[in-house]
């Protein structure tokens, strides 16, 4: 039987070792050092065959969930972290208990749910920058809510700070941590030690706090919200 051949970029940099990457989509990355020739690299590819063939068959898997994705009032929708039933009703709106959605075809109100997203992202990330802001002395000078599909949130060199309104399928732990650590890059705009020291000044766990965001964005790769 003839192996399936695979292709694969390859991106030489500044490492030790060689690592494969299989990316949204099922795009295989190869990232080497500049010393391994590419005979080197094809027969890492090829030692890794089968585990390439099996995360290639869990994004495929991955895209026909995100490409199928639909609510009704049989599901739930994430709030902070938590489930809450969806109800039918005239509206999209989360009253704090359910999630209230007309009965009519997903793809059609998926618009509205996000804006009710982006509401809530808003009202919350707002307060707990001017929680953090007043605890720490920490100013920016400007807070965006929008739909960055890589970054939780970005602080620019002039202070700007930037979320994506994902961050309110995480739990409000979570949120706090993203929050302090975009407020702590308006005194350190790197991530040295001292930028390290001043996020754990007001958050000793944060390291395992920042560990809740793989579990959402896992269940992000499950869902379509874009």
Excluded at 112 to 133: C, D, H, W
Excluded at 144 to 154: N, P, V, Y
Aim: aromatic share 12%.
């Amino acid at each position: 039987m003839n192996k399936q051949s695979i292709t694969y970029q390859i991106i030489r940099c500044k490492r030790k070792s060689t690592a494969i990457y299989v990316k949204e989509g099922g795009t295989v990355v190869v990232r080497a050092p500049f010393f391994i020739s590419n005979e080197q690299i094809d027969a890492f590819v090829q030692s890794h065959y089968h585990w390439i063939l099996l995360k290639q068959s869990e994004q495929q898997s991955l895209q026909q969930k995100k490409e199928h994705f639909s609510v009704t009032d049989q599901d739930t929708l994430t709030v902070l972290g938590r489930e809450y039933p969806v109800v039918y009703g005239n509206q999209v709106y989360f009253n704090g208990t359910v999630f209230e959605i007309p009965e009519i075809d997903f793809s059609q109100i998926k618009p509205q749910v996000i804006a009710e997203y982006k509401r809530l992202a808003t009202k919350i990330i707002t307060e707990r920058v001017g929680y953090f802001s007043e605890l720490t002395g920490w100013k920016a000078e400007s807070v965006k809510i929008g739909s960055a599909k890589t970054r939780w949130g970005s602080c620019s060199g002039t202070n700007n700070l930037n979320f994506t309104w994902k961050l309110i399928f995480a739990d409000l732990n979570t949120i706090d941590y993203v929050v302090l650590h975009e407020l702590a890059h308006t005194k350190e705009h790197n991530h040295s030690q001292r930028f390290w020291n001043l996020v754990a000044k007001y958050m000793p766990n944060y390291k395992k706090i920042r560990g809740n965001l793989i579990a959402v964005q896992k269940k992000l790769m499950q869902e379509n919200w874009d």
